[in-house]
């Protein structure tokens, strides 16, 4: 069974910066995409970035420039290097990682930006 575990979630004044981690562990071979997603109260869950086995990324327009996704598969472990974060921001955000067929979600952890 796999289990996913994030860290780095807090708080922090607009314009500071939060590098978030998910780890992948248990039995499995091979890692897929994996992608952050975030969902804020009240609104729909919505992708941040992903990035694929060979390192393709792609980004949500609202996080262009100031998000960076990177993984290490050697750890298991996808980031999101977060910049110039904006009170809009603020949003639990998951993990989402991709073992042979099967799709896996981190519990979240809670991003929250100040004005």
Do not use: H
Request: hydrophobic share 35%; proline share 2%.
């Amino acid at each position: 069974q796999v289990q996913l575990v994030e860290s780095g979630g807090g708080l922090v004044q607009a314009g500071g910066s939060l590098r978030l981690s998910c780890a992948a562990s248990g039995r499995f071979f091979g890692i897929n995409d994996m992608r952050w997603y975030r969902q804020a109260p009240g609104k729909q869950r919505e992708l941040v970035a992903g990035i694929t086995n060979s390192g393709s990324t792609n980004y949500a327009d609202s996080v262009k420039g100031r998000f960076t996704i990177s993984r290490d598969n050697d750890k298991n472990t996808v980031y999101l290097q977060m910049n110039s974060l904006k009170p809009e921001d603020t949003a639990v955000y998951y993990c989402y990682v991709v073992i042979g067929w099967r799709v896996n979600w981190g519990r979240g952890t809670q991003v929250t930006v100040s004005s």
